[in-house]
């Protein structure tokens, strides 16, 4: 029986190599390229600004078919990557929240609307470039593990894949570090239609997520005020969407050393802000959590990531009920931001994720 694969490009040397990896083991391999509506022309040098979004896909689809020589399929996703992740992005600021869009977009866009396509050209199974591994049991359980390389892990951005889609997805870098993809990369003479690596909100370029959120709701920013957490008023700021929990530049209040943000009150328009001691945090609540490996009945010890770049810590997870868990963090973190992803590990396995909600002070 002949075996095939749809392996999902880019155009980034991550996914050029998996399609190639690929080649190596399947009978046939299916190139498939989609556009969400935000690539901006920021894809390569060699086009302006005034190219064409369909100038821009067709010239890159021409470069995969040249580097890979596989039939490459383009999906049209933006009606769906606007209504699922953009608008999603967009309200989570719009509530005070800092989102984390790569959470929903793996599910929802890849191993979703791209899965079920390559499906329908009748291809069971979707590769991508993510530095992640999968491992199935004796009794068919999937299991999510981390990347080998540790510094581009890419597990935590699939904490929200569940069994079927697990079954269905392919990481061929998984097992591979970033110097070893590179090197595979120059041997077959595989060249990246843009050299930039991928970034963590891919959709946003040259503005930042304020500007960005103005542009595509139409809303204008409310200025307000900035107080410390005992109440007293220290300045103005311009919009509450600028800011996220931590963040210490735009605050623009003189004082004998830095202010960061510790919230962002809706229901006044203010800015709360204090020093970086107050970030810490020992406990928070994390809801909408999606659960890879079986809900635990009890306490149980684990690790737990609070965002992409933060090193995993070790924490107790108690269940309140099946979707819904409070983490009590060994020692107390900083900057638990309501709206980021929460993802949870026991070793290198994950266990699942959701997205942080209350956090207590230490």
């Not at 190599?17 to 969400?36: M, N, P, W």
Request: with cysteine; net charge neutral.
């Amino acid at each position: 029986m002949s075996r095939s694969v749809a392996v999902a490009l880019s155009g980034g040397v991550d996914s050029l190599v998996s399609a190639c990896l690929l080649k190596q083991e399947y009978d046939r391999v299916v190139g498939i390229h989609f556009t969400t509506g935000f690539e901006q022309n920021g894809n390569s040098d060699s086009f302006d600004k005034n190219t064409s979004d369909s100038d821009l896909t067709r010239a890159l689809i021409s470069h995969l078919n040249q580097q890979l020589d596989i039939d490459i399929v383009h999906i049209d996703c933006r009606n769906e990557f606007r209504h699922r992740v953009v608008d999603y992005f967009i309200q989570t600021y719009q509530a005070g929240q800092t989102p984390n869009p790569c959470l929903i977009c793996n599910p929802l866009i890849k191993f979703g609307v791209i899965l079920d396509a390559a499906q329908k050209l009748g291809v069971e199974r979707l590769a991508t470039g993510h530095y992640a591994r999968i491992q199935v049991d004796s009794k068919g359980q999937y299991h999510l593990l981390t990347g080998v390389d540790s510094n581009k892990d890419q597990s935590y951005f699939l904490g929200r894949m569940n069994q079927q889609q697990l079954q269905s997805a392919i990481f061929p870098l998984g097992d591979l570090t970033k110097f070893r993809v590179q090197e595979i990369a120059r041997a077959n003479g595989l060249i990246p239609f843009t050299g930039n690596e991928s970034q963590d909100v891919c959709f946003i370029k040259g503005m930042d997520y304020g500007e960005f959120i103005t542009r595509q709701s139409g809303i204008e920013p409310k200025p307000g005020l900035i107080a410390d957490m005992q109440g007293k008023i220290l300045g103005e700021h311009s919009g509450l969407h600028q800011f996220t929990i931590g963040q210490r530049r735009g605050i623009n209040v003189p004082a004998a050393k830095p202010y960061y943000v510790l919230r962002l009150d809706m229901s006044t328009n203010r800015l709360i802000v204090g020093w970086k001691e107050d970030l810490y945090a020992s406990e928070c609540r994390v809801t909408q959590v999606n659960w890879i490996e079986a809900i635990p009945s009890g306490p149980i010890e684990i690790s737990v990531k609070l965002r992409y770049r933060h090193q995993a810590v070790p924490a107790r997870l108690i269940p309140e009920n099946g979707h819904t868990v409070r983490i009590q963090f060994e020692k107390p973190q900083s900057a638990v931001t309501p709206g980021q992803g929460a993802v949870f590990y026991k070793g290198e396995m994950v266990l699942g994720g959701g997205f942080i909600s209350v956090n207590q002070a230490s």
